[in-house]
């Protein structure tokens, strides 16, 4: 883990308490978007597949920092869109969950060396900068050249001002897995951590050839573990998730573990997922109906092995058989060998598809709200 051992320490603790306190849905992480616009237009994305009057929407200041004290969750993510194209919103955000939770800045980097300025160094924050691969196939992924060799000197820029910074890598079906391995020794080059996932198959993601099942990603993935035997590969991951992602552990999705909140609010069920909005976070826990959704439950959730839906079940695998993840640790991830079952997906309903709708009730709303500013106006004016 690349953890610093007190946010180790305080992420155990919290889920101690929550377990002491006999709380079965709690969240870890809280997926925090203040905006979906981008300046990139990634092939796997479906993030900002929205009309321009959304696009241009932003999360206030202060609607950041009340979703992370209604949330309550000890590490914030903000991810996007791109956050660092609303200054004032990533800052706050950042400074924000300085306090009182660790904070993860998710961003492409095209503009992390221009605004380095506006953050300060703090053990509580950290910057995470998109990268897939080396340069050839970061490149081809954000469908813009030039923009790896951008992110990895952002990234020696920040680590030479004392900033924390490690990389997030979305893995799909045409990455071999001997690049993976040499993507993963030049991180350990810059001495920066990964963290690694299977690309989740959104359904607006214009590239739609090259999503993983789940069989395929164990495959890859152990392919991958094997070559990095012997080697000081640093991941931001349990030992558990990444023993999930070569196929040796049987779990199932964890989606109120990292919940969203985004401009239409809180993201019913999970953060790749959309399925409505809850106005709440107590809302969303206690109305969203969970049992719905997941690997053999759903049809959208059926290769699902994303860090979001999983990466909380390890954490709580962990608490419950801290032996077995203490083996984990020592023996290494295995690479041979039968898998563990893959989950039966013959009773699993239909996908629904809801993205238009959604879409049309916030234009509806954004409309309305524009239109009483504008009556208003021309009150206060009379």
């Not at 609607?63 to 791109?82: Q, R």
């Not at 070569?246 to 989606?255: I, L, M, R, V």
Request: hydrophobic share 40%.
């Amino acid at each position: 883990m690349a953890i610093p051992f007190f946010k180790e320490m305080r992420i155990g603790g919290y889920l101690v308490k929550q377990k002491l306190l006999g709380r079965k849905r709690y969240p870890l992480v809280l997926m925090l978007e203040p905006l979906f616009r981008c300046n990139l237009a990634c092939v796997g994305c479906g993030k900002i597949d929205y009309p321009d009057a959304i696009l241009n929407r932003r999360m206030t200041a202060q609607e950041c920092w009340d979703a992370a004290d209604e949330c309550g969750a000890p590490m914030v993510a903000i991810p996007g869109g791109e956050p660092l194209i609303h200054r004032r919103s990533a800052r706050s955000c950042a400074a924000s969950s300085r306090a009182r939770s660790s904070s993860s800045l998710c961003t492409n980097a095209l503009l992390l060396e221009k605004k380095l300025d506006l953050f300060e160094p703090s053990p509580y924050l950290f910057f995470s900068v998109h990268l897939d691969g080396l340069k050839e196939h970061h490149d081809k992924a954000v469908s813009k050249k030039g923009v790896f060799d951008r992110a990895v000197s952002a990234i020696k820029a920040a680590k030479a001002r004392g900033f924390t910074v490690n990389v997030n890598a979305t893995i799909f079906d045409n990455h071999p897995a001997d690049e993976i391995a040499k993507f993963l020794d030049f991180t350990t080059e810059i001495g920066v951590a990964v963290s690694m996932s299977p690309g989740y198959a959104y359904e607006r993601a214009p590239d739609q050839e090259h999503f993983l099942n789940r069989t395929k990603t164990k495959k890859l993935f152990r392919d991958v573990f094997a070559q990095g035997k012997g080697k000081k590969w640093n991941f931001m991951h349990s030992g558990l998730f990444l023993d999930f992602l070569a196929g040796n552990q049987e779990y199932e999705c964890t989606p109120w573990g990292m919940p969203a909140r985004n401009i239409f609010g809180w993201q019913k069920p999970c953060y790749l997922l959309g399925e409505g909005y809850a106005k709440t976070f107590k809302e969303l826990m206690d109305t969203t109906d969970w049992e719905t959704y997941g690997t053999g439950k759903y049809e959208k959730c059926a290769n699902c092995m994303a860090h979001c839906g999983y990466e909380p079940t390890a954490a709580t695998a962990a608490l419950n058989n801290p032996f077995k993840a203490m083996w984990v640790a020592l023996r290494g991830i295995r690479t041979t060998g039968p898998m563990a079952p893959e989950i039966d997906l013959s009773n699993q309903r239909p996908a629904q598809y809801i993205f238009s709708e959604q879409v049309q009730k916030k234009l509806s709303d954004i409309r309305r709200d524009e239109a009483q500013a504008a009556q208003q106006k021309a009150s206060t004016a009379a």
